[in-house]
């Protein structure tokens, strides 16, 4: 492929808007063009990458006898409402109308699409178990796009779904599943991590996350060097917890004046932040009603509102507006507090507020506080679990200490049993006649994410490093002058060569500067260079690993054999 025939618009300077390396040097090698905030165009080098990954999916499809179909974008909105997705799912659902004011949606994912199409083609449990997948854009209306193509509105995704009959199957196929994705990741050259997750508007339980380790992953990793890693949102620690055994004391209370953080409060009442209870109040939809619920824990800790939901099984959690909680308790959030609060709240704490006792909170009066206030005398709880964040250093389920990064989703696996099926009415017949609910599996990977994360975790500040696997082209061939026959004679000959030998070529016959096309090269990020410069006249070429950045001068009749050598090597080093 001749460069000059490639729509590849390079630029000296990355964006003002671009945070993250992959999204700079994507632009910048021009492998992506913005059309709009959170919409962008693959040119021909991204595409070329996107199709390399795209095979490997479906190599690893293949093995498991995934079958690859195609659903619409356009969906009608019925769909999304028998499944109760259509107002739970929120503002990045994309809403329309057509021209006979049918309401419509733009597919975010496709649960509810390939449930229909099952509802209606099988009915006896002899079809099944099937597994059905396709590689699509979705869409989804963020709020705040960034970092390129990392977050879009706009996104290409492979999503998968099974159809088992039985409990038995679906586990299966989820095993399968995984082993193929671990596969996918490997083969694409990234460094990734497999860890518990949360489940969120997919339903289901049941669930990995493949995350890739990046500084501008949305996600926090909590991961130890042993067996453990999950997603910070259902993230757990040993408790450690000891009972506290002082005498319990008359609870009183005290005028704060100003005290509307725990910090404050504690300084104001003389105490450590871990004595004051933080009383944060939400509302949470719970069968399509809205429910007030407190959740208490010590001052030094977060709430995860991921748990509290999955405790609660809410749709939707958030936080009380002021007005609701001046309504409900008679005061502003850093006042409130579970004494006296009536039955219509759902009071749940933490494991570690069983074990405190003379705890200070809120006294449901502005600018007032209790002292010495204990559980079941002065308050009640409804439940205890786990609700809080867990810290760096606290020991694991596995024993080690927990340590965090940032990671980049991208790809997902869900054990959805019969979330939608029962909901939207797909059923077979077992083995003794009888109707059943099909039970399903849903398995999706970020391709857009996936071609960011590569990009991410491979970019210099010299460009784009692609891993062999799915770089656009395998070799990059620069003859220094074009002017000059021999070099352009033994370049057009080392590229005949090398892709009969099947690589792929990107031969530089711009009449630019030698400086310029190296420095593109670097952008682009091709594993090999093959420089065809003064010693051409003299059957020498030099070879430079982008990787590396290192360069030896080979005979040019030994090209392929190089080439092929230490495209090996780069291979196997990889691996390991």
Do not use: C
């Amino acid at each position: 492929m001749k460069q000059s025939r490639i729509l590849m618009p390079t630029l000296k300077e990355a964006p003002s808007d671009a945070e993250a390396i992959s999204h700079q040097m994507m632009v910048r090698a021009g492998y992506i063009y913005q059309v709009s905030a959170g919409v962008w165009a693959y040119l021909p080098l991204a595409d070329r990458v996107i199709k390399k990954i795209n095979q490997i999916i479906r190599e690893e499809m293949d093995k498991i006898e995934a079958v690859e179909m195609m659903t619409p974008v356009l969906l009608p909105a019925e769909l999304w409402q028998q499944s109760q997705r259509y107002e739970s799912y929120g503002p990045n659902l994309f809403k329309l109308k057509d021209r006979k004011a049918r309401d419509m949606i733009l597919g975010p994912t496709h649960e509810e699409t390939f449930t229909e199409i099952i509802r209606d083609s099988i009915h006896s449990y002899k079809k099944l178990p099937l597994v059905l997948y396709q590689i699509q854009d979705k869409l989804r209306d963020e709020d705040r796009p960034r970092y390129g193509i990392l977050r879009g509105k706009e996104f290409i995704m492979k999503d998968a779904y099974s159809f088992t009959a039985d409990q038995a199957g679906l586990d299966k196929v989820y095993d399968q599943m995984a082993v193929a994705y671990r596969n996918i990741f490997d083969r694409v050259g990234l460094d990734y991590k497999v860890i518990y997750a949360d489940s969120g508007a997919m339903g289901g339980n049941g669930s990995q996350e493949f995350s890739a380790p990046a500084a501008v992953g949305e996600d926090t990793i909590a991961y130890t060097d042993g067996d453990y890693a999950a997603n910070i949102e259902i993230a757990k620690s040993q408790f450690t917890g000891v009972q506290q055994t002082a005498a319990t004391e008359t609870m009183e209370k005290v005028a704060t004046p100003g005290a509307h953080t725990v910090d404050e409060a504690a300084e104001s009442l003389g105490l450590p932040a871990s004595q004051v209870l933080k009383s944060m109040f939400y509302m949470a939809t719970i069968d399509g009603e809205e429910s007030p619920v407190m959740v208490l824990m010590r001052g030094n800790d977060e709430v995860n509102e991921v748990k509290v939901a999955s405790h609660l099984k809410a749709d939707e959690l958030h936080l009380a507006t002021e007005e609701e909680a001046e309504q409900l308790l008679g005061a502003h959030p850093g006042s409130l507090g579970p004494v006296g609060v009536g039955e219509n709240v759902t009071i749940l704490a933490d494991n570690y507020v069983k074990v405190l006792v003379n705890m200070a909170l809120g006294a449901n009066d502005d600018g007032y506080h209790y002292r010495n206030a204990n559980l079941d005398r002065d308050f009640r709880v409804d439940a205890f679990g786990d609700f809080r964040n867990v810290q760096e250093g606290e020991l694991a389920p596995d024993g080690m200490p927990l340590k965090f990064t940032r990671g980049i989703e991208i790809g997902h696996i869900f054990k959805l049993g019969t979330r939608y099926s029962e909901t939207l009415g797909a059923k077979v017949l077992d083995q003794n006649g009888r109707e059943t609910d099909v039970i399903m599996g849903s398995y999706g990977i970020g391709i857009s994410r996936l071609l960011s994360a590569i990009a991410e975790q491979n970019a210099d500040d010299q460009g784009l490093v692609w891993p062999d696997s799915v770089a656009p082209f395998d070799v990059h061939v620069i003859p220094v002058n074009p002017k000059k026959t021999d070099q352009m004679e033994l370049a057009e000959k080392l590229t005949q060569e090398l892709e009969s030998a099947g690589y792929e070529v990107l031969v530089d016959d711009r009449q630019e500067r030698a400086g310029v096309k190296f420095a593109d090269a670097d952008l682009i990020g091709l594993p090999i260079r093959v420089t065809v410069g003064k010693k051409a006249a003299e059957g020498i070429v030099e070879i430079k690993l982008r990787r590396t950045g290192e360069t030896l001068e080979v005979n040019a009749e030994e090209l392929v054999t190089n080439i092929g050598i230490l495209l090996k090597q780069a291979a196997d080093t990889s691996e390991d």
